[in-house]
C-alpha cells in the first residue's frame, strides 16, 4: 500500500503505507484483434505484523475519470481501465498493449477500502 488506511475521523493508522496486500488474478484475456491483455484482480487480504486479516476494497471509479475516459473505459497515463462486468464490480480490471504485456514494478492503482 503506499498510503496508510486511516479511520473516518482520520484519527488513527489502521493500516501502515507499505503493508502488504495479497489477492486473486480473476481474469487474464488476450484480444488478439486489438493486440492487448486484459487482467482483473480482487484484493483479499492484507499482513500486519506477520498477520494475514481480511481485506476489502474497490476500485476507486470517480465521474471525472469516467467523463475523460469516454465509452467502455477509463483513460489514465496511456492504460485504460475498462469497467467491469457485474459480477467484477469489486475488481480491478485493466489493459495492457500487446499479446505478452508485462506489468511493470510500480504499476498503481486507486482503491477504497470496502465492506466485506
Do not use: C
Amino acid at each position: 500500500m503506499a498510503k496508510p488506511i486511516r479511520d473516518a475521523r482520520q484519527q488513527k493508522t489502521l493500516a501502515p503505507a507499505g503493508a502488504l496486500v495479497e489477492g486473486q488474478l480473476m481474469r487474464a484475456e488476450t484480444r488478439h484483434a486489438r493486440s492487448e491483455l486484459i487482467i482483473a484482480l480482487r484484493w483479499e487480504t492484507l499482513e500486519m505484523n506477520g498477520v494475514k486479516v481480511p481485506f476489502s476494497a474497490t476500485p476507486n471509479r470517480r465521474l471525472e475519470d469516467l467523463k475523460a475516459g469516454g465509452l467502455g473505459g477509463l483513460r489514465q497515463r496511456g492504460l485504460q481501465i475498462e469497467l467491469p462486468l457485474p459480477s467484477e464490480s469489486r475488481y480491478g480490471v485493466y489493459h495492457f498493449p500487446g499479446e505478452k504485456a508485462v506489468v511493470n514494478s510500480g504499476f498503481r492503482s486507486e482503491w477504497v477500502t470496502a465492506q466485506p
